[in-house]
C-alpha cells in the first residue's frame, strides 16, 4: 500500500507562481511513474504533468513552457512548479503513482495506481 500526500497549494494572483509536492509513504514498493492531474469544477479530470524514475516527462500542452515536474527518487517525491499561472489553471490538483509492490526479496508482485487526496490551487485575475 502506498501513501500519498501533498502540500502547496493555495492562492495566488495571475502570473504568480506556486510549487506542489507529493510524498509517497508505506512499505515494500516501487515507483514507477509519479505525476499531477488536476480537476476544475464541472470538468474531468485531466493529466498535467508525469515523470518516470528515469527523468522521462510528459506535459499537457497548456502547462507547456510554465510548468516544470520533477522527482526525487530518494525521498519518493514530485514536484510541480507552476509559474505564469493563469486563472484557468484554478483546479484541485492531484498527485498519483504507479508502483509495484514487493516481496521480501525485491521481486514486484503487483502494480497499481494511486493517489493522492488533492489540493486546491486558485489563480485570481
Known amino acids: 500500500q502506498v501513501h500519498l500526500v501533498e502540500s502547496g497549494g493555495g492562492w495566488v494572483q495571475a502570473g504568480g507562481s506556486l510549487r506542489l509536492s507529493c510524498a509517497a509513504s508505506g512499505s515494500m514498493f516501487s515507483i514507477n511513474v509519479m505525476g499531477w492531474y488536476r480537476q476544475a469544477p464541472g470538468k474531468q479530470r485531466e493529466l498535467v504533468a508525469t515523470?518516470?524514475?528515469?527523468?522521462?516527462?510528459v506535459y499537457e500542452d497548456s502547462v507547456k513552457g510554465r510548468f516544470t515536474v520533477s522527482i526525487d527518487n530518494t525521498k519518493n517525491t514530485v514536484y510541480l512548479q507552476m509559474n505564469t499561472l493563469k486563472p484557468e489553471d484554478t483546479a484541485v490538483y492531484y498527485c498519483n503513482t504507479n508502483a509495484d509492490s514487493l516481496n521480501y526479496r525485491g521481486y514486484p508482485l503487483s502494480r497499481r495506481e494511486y493517489w493522492g487526496q488533492g489540493t486546491q490551487v486558485t489563480v485570481s485575475s
Open positions: 515523470i518516470t524514475t528515469g527523468g522521462s516527462t
